[in-house]
């Protein structure tokens, strides 16, 4: 274990830094689109049951099988990773942010209508910070199933951790193996202590009294 660590170092952290850029890249996407599709919703009730419904479709769909649908269309590589995992990540960001939104006190938005709150005005100032909280942990859901999944999408040509496994396991080699589940748990581990953290802190500010 010590020696492959001594000579693959570089190897490692290269791959841990492709994993990281690739699940950044899938949050860069699916934040904005999962929040326009929110408030789209929020807005426009009666199309929540066929949005949530395609999402859930959508993630019951596996991932090997997804990356198979997409290949012939966007290829082999990153590309087809992130889209997929965006799809997926909508699942969470979308459920939990229109959560957040419903669960806004009804007295807070009068108290605001009646203060003369704009609908944009309300949205930003009021319904976005106490919705941040479910945001938040909506983003630590998609993030700890984007990381796991992202391992998968090496049988893509996507560089990450999961090029570490599957050497290990076409080679037989447990020690590559282990160092691979040893970086997908610090990772995972270190992103949901972020996302926690961050989690909390907008808990407070939407809620200090509680909090």
Not at 74 to 91: D, E, H, Q, R
Not at 134 to 156: K, N, P, W
């Amino acid at each position: 274990m010590t020696a492959y660590l001594l000579h693959y170092y570089g190897y490692m952290l290269r791959a841990a830094a492709s994993h990281i850029e690739m699940i950044a890249l899938v949050m860069l996407f699916a934040i904005p689109v999962s929040a326009a599709l929110s408030v789209l919703v929020h807005v426009f009730r009666f199309l929540a049951v066929p949005v949530i419904t395609i999402l859930e479709i959508l993630y019951t769909i596996p991932s090997l099988a997804f990356f198979a649908i997409l290949t012939p269309i966007s290829g082999l590589g990153v590309k087809t990773a992130v889209i997929v995992l965006v799809c997926y990540s909508l699942f969470f960001l979308v459920r939990n942010f229109l959560a957040g939104l419903e669960g806004i006190d009804p007295l807070i938005i009068e108290a605001a209508q009646a203060m003369g709150y704009s609908r944009a005005g309300m949205f930003l100032k009021i319904e976005l910070p106490l919705a941040m909280p479910a945001l938040i942990a909506g983003t630590r859901l998609a993030c700890m199933s984007s990381i796991g999944i992202a391992c998968i999408a090496y049988a893509i040509g996507a560089e990450g951790i999961g090029s570490i496994l599957f050497e290990g396991m076409r080679q037989m080699s447990y020690v590559k193996i282990a160092w691979g589940v040893i970086l997908v748990v610090t990772l995972s581990v270190a992103v949901n202590n972020l996302m926690a953290a961050a989690e909390r802190y907008f808990a407070r500010r939407a809620d200090p009294g509680r909090t």
